[in-house]
């Protein structure tokens, strides 16, 4: 069975530092994609980063980088020089080819930026 | 423009009625999803529709009918409201159903049953 497991429910950091969020899967699937979603207070999902399974190189967009490591399935989300307004739930995704279409959601983690 | 819309967004009813919500996209995606949020902000999938086929019907009572009249359109009624059904609702849309396929969500209709 698929499973994503976020085990930080909650995490400060100072603002301008980075910080990583952990996201762990499981999947006996060789194709699937990983997936960063943010959920601010206001309430939308907006979509922040994918990685493919066949992606060699770690995924980046802006300040959003994912530290993908197959042998142990994991794939962090590290968000550089954090802001202010990056305070919000995150959440991990994955879908498998083999999921019969379906897209799975760790628990979140509520980042909190200090000024 | 709003890529993925939903109507209302907020809705508050009283056990036992009947309400619908709609969802429309705009990015001429073939793949729309419909998710529950819950209270403790866990989010699941109830139903999917690639090319107005239902490809996901997930363990949800059948008193949730989704209902695509066309790609861009996908919207969800609710018979006979019970308390349990409070939660934000999403919807999303994806170019395809694959698993590499990126899904851009809706704001959310968060529904209050009393």
């Known amino acids: 069975a698929q499973k994503i497991t976020q085990t930080q429910p909650g995490m400060f950091v100072q603002e301008k530092e980075a910080v990583t969020l952990d996201c762990t899967y499981d999947t006996s699937d060789q194709s699937y994609g990983l997936f960063w979603y943010k959920q601010p207070s206001s309430g939308e999902m907006i979509f922040l980063i994918y990685q493919g399974s066949y992606d060699e190189q770690n995924a980046t967009e802006g300040r959003y980088s994912l530290n993908f490591q197959k042998a142990r399935k994991s794939a962090n989300l590290v968000i550089s020089a954090s802001q202010l307004g990056d305070s919000a739930m995150y959440f991990c995704a994955m879908s498998v080819r083999g999921g019969g279409f379906k897209t799975i959601f760790g628990a979140g983690t509520r980042l909190f930026v200090k000024a | 423009d709003t890529a993925v819309s939903q109507t209302p967004k907020y809705l508050v009813t009283q056990m036992g009625n009947d309400k619908s919500i709609k969802c429309e996209q705009n990015l001429g995606h073939d793949t729309m999803y419909w998710y529950k949020q819950d209270s403790k902000k866990f989010l699941k999938i109830m139903f999917s529709?690639?090319?107005?086929?239902?490809?996901i019907n997930e363990t949800v009572p059948n008193r949730f009918s989704p209902k695509s009249p066309d790609k861009a359109h996908l919207n969800l009624h609710i018979n006979s409201l019970e308390l349990g059904d409070s939660a934000v609702y999403f919807c999303?849309?994806?170019?395809?159903?694959?698993?590499?396929?990126?899904?851009?969500f809706g704001p959310g209709t968060r529904l209050l049953v009393l």
């Open positions: 529709y690639n090319n107005k086929e239902l490809i």
């Open positions: 999303a849309s994806s170019q395809g159903a694959g698993w590499d396929e990126t899904q851009y």
